[in-house]
């Protein structure tokens, strides 16, 4: 899962690269599939209950599963979050970034900055013996305090969250974004799960376009998505998405 979780993020660190202002969502796709294939990899989501692109880009008011299309143009100031997940040798790696597109505004990288913090502190109580929901809890409590610091409620979105991960890529549990702790599967050494909040500048409902997969905020609030793929060890949580050095 290492393995595959470094390609992932080869992948991401190109997108990061190649995503600027005037670049296509689908020439991001044609990137990401080609260096997914040249790492002898499988793109995950392509395909996947028939979804269309080998990632999802999510921009703006899009928080996830928005489709890569060649009429949706990056510009200055856009907000764009890409989730990504390969298949190597049968087991997967996901994970998703959020970048500014040349300059954005300050409550963009905020939201952003608060999201990935989620995520992390997430990460951080992915150790053995903690209960599932402390994870959930660890997200939200971190988003709060994000919330608190930037003087803003961030949207807290509750309909989408976090799986196992192994030989499949959307496997039990579903793992809450918000939640009381203690609670669901006792976390063991050898698990692995996707850890990945999703914050919004505003409200936390949701609408599913009629394309049957890009889901936006009710509200046209941005939206930030982060995301680790992480084993459970007895020395703590193993960031399998992380960079090499990292
Ligand atoms: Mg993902
Ligand atoms: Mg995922």
């Known amino acids: 899962m290492r393995a595959a979780g470094l390609v992932v993020r080869r992948t991401l660190g190109r997108l990061a690269e190649a995503a600027k202002p005037g670049v296509s969502t689908l020439e991001l796709d044609e990137l990401a599939e080609q260096t997914i294939r040249d790492a002898g990899a499988v793109p995950s989501f392509k395909g996947y209950h028939g979804f269309p692109g080998s990632i999802c880009t999510s921009v703006n008011e899009q928080i996830v599963h928005g489709i890569p299309s060649a009429q949706t143009v990056l510009a200055d100031g856009d907000l764009i979050s890409i989730d990504c997940g390969a298949i190597l040798d049968g087991w997967h790696g996901d994970s998703a970034v959020t970048l500014a597109i040349g300059e954005v505004g300050a409550l963009d990288k905020a939201l952003s900055a608060a999201t990935e913090a989620a995520m992390w502190a997430g990460i951080e109580a992915a150790v053995p013996g903690a209960r599932l929901t402390d994870i959930s809890f660890a997200v939200q409590t971190a988003a709060d305090a994000a919330s608190a610091a930037d003087g803003t409620e961030y949207g807290q979105i509750v309909e989408y969250g976090g799986h196992g991960i192994g030989r499949e890529m959307h496997m039990d549990p579903f793992l809450p974004n918000v939640g009381k702790p203690g609670k669901g599967p006792r976390l063991e050494v050898g698990m692995a799960l996707a850890i990945e909040p999703m914050l919004t500048g505003g409200t936390n409902e949701t609408v599913e376009l009629e394309d ?35």
């Open 212 to 246: 049957g997969w890009t889901v936006v905020t009710a509200d046209g609030s941005r939206a930030a998505h982060w995301e680790h793929t992480v084993a459970i060890t007895a020395d703590g949580p193993w960031v399998l998405t992380a960079p090499e050095e990292g």
